[in-house]
C-alpha cells in the first residue's frame, strides 16, 4: 500500500468563485473525483484529498508528504498552467505521477509541441501562431485553414468559425479568439481526413498504445468540427469507433513517436488526424486527459478495447509506480495487462 497525495481543480469550487462554466470546463466534477478516489482505494492505496495546487503548495509547505501526488489539476492562468503542480512537486522533492513541467508546459502551447513533434520528424501540419489582431497574414497560404486559441483544452475555441476559406474569414476568427481567450491563435492547414485519438500508457521505450479511437462528428453540428460544445453534447452530436485498418494503426505508431518525442511520462492521450493522402499528422496531446469514466476519451477508448475504468487507473499507477521505484512487481502488470 502506498499513500496517494490526489490534486485536482474541482468545478463546483471554481464555480462558487465566480468563473464561469466555460473557464472551469476542464476542471473536475465530484463525479469524477469520486469515481478516482474509489478505485484508488479500491486498488489498496490511502488517498487523501488535497484539492487545488493552492491548498497543495500550503500542505507541503508545512511538511506534508505522500509516497505519490496524483495530479489532475489543470491549474487557472497562463500557458504553463499545467506546469505548477509538478513544479510544485519538484521544489519540495515529492514525487507525483504524470509529466514533468517542461513536457506539461510544452504541449499545453500547441504551437511549441508541433516544433517539437516537428524537428523529431513526425508530420504536423503547417502552422503559424497569429500574436495580435494586427499581425498580417498575408504570408499564409494554406486554404483551408483552421484556427483555435493557442494553449486551451477540451476543445475551447473550436467552432464553426474556426474552419476557413480565406483571408477575410481568417482573420476575423484568430481576431475573435485572441479577444475571447487573451491569448495568440493557433493557424494551421485544415487536414480533411480522418481524426483519431490514441490512448499512450508507459515511459519511454516501454510506452505503449492501449487504443484508438476514431472520432464522427455528426456533420450538422457545428461543421463536423469536434469542437468544445459537440465535446460536450456527446451522445447526440458525436460517434466513436474503434479502427483496426492500417491508417488507424499508423496512427498509433504516430501518436507513440510524438508521446516520446515530448517527453510524456506515465499516460497520456494524443490527437491525430489524416490529411489528404490518408497520413495520420499530429495535432496536440493531452499529458492531463480527461478521467471521467464515461464521458473523456481515454476511459472510452480504453473500454473500446477490455481496459474497465478501475484496470486503467491501475496501468497508470503501476507505470508511474515502476518509474518512481515504489513497487518493484509493477513492471510484470503492467507486460500482462490487456
Given at each position: 500500500m502506498i499513500s496517494i497525495g490526489f490534486v485536482y481543480d474541482s468545478r463546483d469550487e471554481y464555480l462558487a468563485e465566480g468563473y464561469t462554466e466555460l473557464q472551469v470546463a476542464e476542471f473536475d466534477s465530484e463525479q469524477t473525483m469520486a469515481s478516482i478516489e474509489s478505485v484508488l482505494q479500491s486498488l489498496g492505496n490511502q488517498v487523501e484529498r488535497i484539492g487545488n495546487g493552492r491548498k497543495l503548495a500550503a500542505r507541503l509547505a508545512a511538511g506534508a508528504?505522500?509516497?505519490m501526488v496524483f495530479s489532475l489539476a489543470e491549474g487557472l492562468k497562463g500557458r504553463s498552467r499545467e506546469a505548477q503542480v509538478p513544479a510544485l512537486c519538484e521544489l519540495f522533492d515529492q514525487p507525483y505521477a504524470f509529466s514533468d513541467p517542461l513536457t506539461m508546459a510544452a504541449t499545453l502551447d500547441k504551437a511549441v509541441a508541433k516544433r517539437l513533434v516537428r524537428d523529431a520528424g513526425i508530420a504536423t501540419a503547417p502552422f503559424m501562431v497569429m500574436?495580435?489582431?494586427?499581425?498580417?497574414l498575408r504570408n499564409?497560404?494554406?486554404y483551408p485553414a483552421f484556427v483555435k486559441p493557442l494553449a486551451e483544452g477540451t476543445g475551447k475555441g473550436c467552432e464553426h468559425a474556426s474552419l476557413v476559406e480565406n483571408e477575410a474569414a481568417l482573420s476575423a476568427a484568430?481576431?475573435?479568439l485572441i479577444q475571447r481567450f487573451n491569448q495568440p491563435a493557433l493557424i494551421e492547414a485544415y487536414l480533411p481526413g480522418r481524426e483519431f485519438t490514441v490512448g499512450i500508457i508507459g515511459n519511454g521505450a516501454d510506452a505503449k498504445c492501449i487504443g484508438i479511437m476514431e472520432v464522427?462528428?455528426?456533420k450538422d453540428f457545428e461543421s463536423g468540427v469536434y469542437s468544445f460544445n459537440n465535446k460536450e453534447h456527446w451522445e447526440r452530436r458525436v460517434s466513436y469507433r474503434r479502427p483496426e485498418d492500417p491508417e488507424a494503426?499508423?496512427?498509433g505508431d504516430t501518436a507513440l513517436a510524438a508521446y516520446r518525442a515530448l517527453g510524456c511520462?506515465?499516460?497520456?492521450?494524443v490527437d491525430i488526424k489524416s490529411d489528404g493522402n490518408h497520413q495520420p499528422v499530429f495535432l496536440e496531446v493531452n499529458p492531463l486527459a480527461g478521467l471521467h469514466p464515461t464521458h473523456s476519451d481515454l476511459p472510452m477508448l480504453a473500454r473500446q478495447n477490455g481496459i474497465e475504468f478501475e484496470e486503467l487507473l491501475s496501468m497508470i499507477l503501476d507505470a508511474a509506480k515502476l518509474r518512481l521505484?515504489?513497487?518493484p512487481d509493477a513492471s510484470e502488470r503492467l507486460k500482462a495487462s490487456a
Open positions: 508528504r505522500w509516497d500574436e495580435s489582431n494586427t499581425d498580417t499564409w497560404t494554406h484568430a481576431s475573435s464522427l462528428v455528426n494503426l499508423a496512427a511520462r506515465d499516460a497520456s492521450r521505484g515504489l513497487d
